[in-house]
């Protein structure tokens, strides 16, 4: 099993920045796909970015491609997500996720481990 905490969420005022971090244990993610989510209520989780072992091939969302940058740290089993130029819109709950796969994966039905979530609110 793969434990995943999330941290670094809080609260901001449009066109500033955070950085979440997602600290893992138990199993090393090294070998694993990584990936950030974000949920608000009514809808549905969706894929904010996601990177391959490699650390080299990634995807990001349209609605946040050019603001946010995935990275990870295979050494510290950690991956981060750079938010940068934050609007209301990118409020809501955003979750660590991680699956053993060869390709990069953007459905939540793929990855098989989650953190608990943090916080991201976005003030006018």
């Known amino acids: 099993q793969v434990q995943l905490v999330e941290s670094g969420g809080g609260l901001v005022q449009a066109g500033g920045s955070l950085r979440l971090s997602c600290a893992t244990s138990?199993?090393?993610?090294?070998?694993?796909?990584m990936s950030w989510f974000r949920q608000v209520p009514g809808k549905e989780r969706e894929v904010v970015a996601a990177i391959h072992w490699n650390g080299v091939t990634t995807y990001y969302a349209d609605s946040v491609k050019g603001r946010f940058t995935i990275s990870r740290d295979n050494a510290k089993n950690s991956v981060y997500l750079q938010m940068r130029s934050l609007k209301p819109e990118d409020t809501a709950i955003y979750y660590c996720?991680?699956?053993?796969?060869?390709?990069?994966?953007?459905?939540?039905?793929?990855?098989?481990?989650w953190g608990q979530g943090t916080q991201v609110t976005v003030s006018s």
């Open positions: 138990g199993r090393s993610s090294s070998a694993y796909v």
């Open positions: 996720a991680a699956d053993r796969s060869l390709r990069v994966r953007t459905s939540p039905t793929e990855y098989d481990y």
